[in-house]
C-alpha cells in the first residue's frame, strides 16, 4: 500500500501529463487529501482548488449535493460520494473531481460504522466509487482514506482515454 505522498505523487503526475485538472470535495478527511496533493512539485498547473463540507448541509449548499439524496441515505454513501466529486468538478471548473465521505470515529454516525468510507472520482469519462472498510484509529482511518481517494484518482488516469 502506497503512502499518501506516494499516492499524491503519482496522481499529480498524470494529470500534468496529460494536461488536465482537479478539484477535490472533502468531508472525513478535512482537507487532507488537499493538503497532500499540493506538497508535490508543479501541482499549481494542475489544482483548482477544493471544498471542506464537513457538516451535511455544506455538502448541498456548496458541493451541490441534493437535499434529498442527504435526507434519504445521509452523508455516508457511494451516492453521495459520486455527488460530491461531481459537485468539485463542476464547481472548481476541474477536469476531474475527487471526493471522501465516512466515519473516522471514535464513535458510529447515523448507523454508520467507524471506517465505513466512500471514495469518489469523477472525470470525463463518468464517475467510480469505491467503497472501503478501514480498521484503525481516527488518524489512522483518516491517512487511509487520503491515500485510498489519490490511488482511485491515479487508476481512473491510467484507464482514461487521453485528452485529444
Not at 498547473?45 to 451535511?56: I, M, N
Not at 471526493?99 to 460504522?113: I, R, S, W, Y
Request: proline letters at 5%.
Amino acid at each position: 500500500m502506497d503512502t499518501p505522498d506516494v499516492a499524491a505523487a503519482a496522481a499529480v503526475h498524470r494529470l500534468v501529463d496529460r494536461h488536465e485538472t482537479l478539484a477535490t470535495a472533502e468531508s472525513l478527511t478535512g482537507g487532507l487529501v488537499a493538503s497532500t496533493v499540493v506538497e508535490i512539485p508543479g501541482v499549481s498547473s494542475v489544482y483548482r482548488g477544493g471544498l471542506v463540507v464537513y457538516a451535511t448541509d455544506l455538502k448541498h449548499a456548496l458541493a451541490g449535493v441534493s437535499e434529498a439524496l442527504l435526507e434519504e441515505r445521509g452523508p455516508v454513501d457511494s451516492d453521495v460520494a459520486v455527488a460530491l466529486a461531481r459537485g468539485a468538478r463542476e464547481r472548481c471548473s476541474a477536469d476531474w473531481g475527487l471526493a471522501t465521505t465516512g466515519v473516522a470515529g471514535p464513535e458510529p454516525q447515523d448507523g454508520k460504522p467507524v471506517g465505513l468510507v466512500y471514495v469518489a472520482c469523477s472525470g470525463p469519462g463518468g464517475d467510480t466509487v469505491r467503497e472501503l472498510k478501514l480498521d484503525g484509529n481516527r488518524a489512522a482511518i483518516r491517512t487511509e482514506s487520503v491515500t485510498s481517494a489519490l490511488q482511485l484518482l491515479a487508476d481512473c488516469l491510467c484507464e482514461a482515454p487521453a485528452p485529444s
